[in-house]
């Protein structure tokens, strides 16, 4: 069985919600964030740098990476059609926009709320993140570009780039007031399993 240690406001998110959507058994055990769990001794044997989420598979291994958590459970479970079909040109896409939103999206995101780890100069703060807002302006607009006509970001169907895509809106509001993000983003959450999960998340 899968077992996804997970805490709210993560990127645990979107594989959560992609393991939900496979209807592949798994457990859920929360890391106590505030009290540093992820920190200590026995997390880091899972994480050695102490990020959530980690995912244990059925055979003991643990793997870090909410990307890489993603593209394991969409080809272990192409029944549950969260990507298009391997070898296709749309599965290229898929591949093209998860490792969009991971390296730039997410990366940016990071520096916008966490600047102080991207600098060794105090006063340099303000200006790491004042990059990272220009940078996520400028990621979600090829996002709101690539989704005409959409409304997903493969067509016409929603897929695990499109949940990994939300929960990074999520972090970053104003990219929520682009029309085809807000559009896409209301969609995903008319989705049952996918509201339930916000919820126990602390998303609105």
């Not at 406001?9 to 769990?37: C, H, I, W």
């Not at 016409?156 to 972090?171: H, K, P, Q």
Request: hydrophobic content about 40%.
């Amino acid at each position: 069985m899968y077992k996804l240690y997970w805490a709210p406001n993560t990127g645990a998110f979107a594989p959560d919600v992609v393991l939900t959507l496979t209807g592949a058994p798994f457990e859920r055990q929360r890391v106590d964030y505030d009290s540093k769990e992820h920190l200590g001794e026995a997390y880091r044997r899972l994480n050695p740098l102490g990020q959530i989420p980690v995912l244990q598979l059925p055979d003991g291994a643990a793997i870090t990476e909410s990307t890489a958590m993603v593209l394991h459970l969409v080809e272990t479970f192409p029944e549950a059609e969260l990507a298009p079909p391997a070898g296709s040109a749309a599965r290229a896409i898929f591949h093209r926009w998860l490792v969009f939103l991971a390296v730039n999206v997410y990366g940016a995101t990071l520096r916008y709320y966490y600047a102080e780890r991207y600098t060794s100069d105090p006063d340099g703060t303000e200006g790491v993140r004042q990059a990272a807002t220009r940078d996520l302006d400028s990621y979600y607009g090829v996002l709101e570009r690539a989704l005409d006509p959409g409304p997903f970001l493969t067509g016409r169907a929603f897929g695990a780039a499109d949940i990994y895509l939300m929960m990074l809106v999520d972090w970053y509001p104003p990219a929520g007031a682009l029309p085809g993000l807000e559009k896409l983003c209301s969609a995903l959450k008319q989705e049952p399993r996918i509201a339930e999960l916000r919820e126990l998340y602390g998303l609105a």
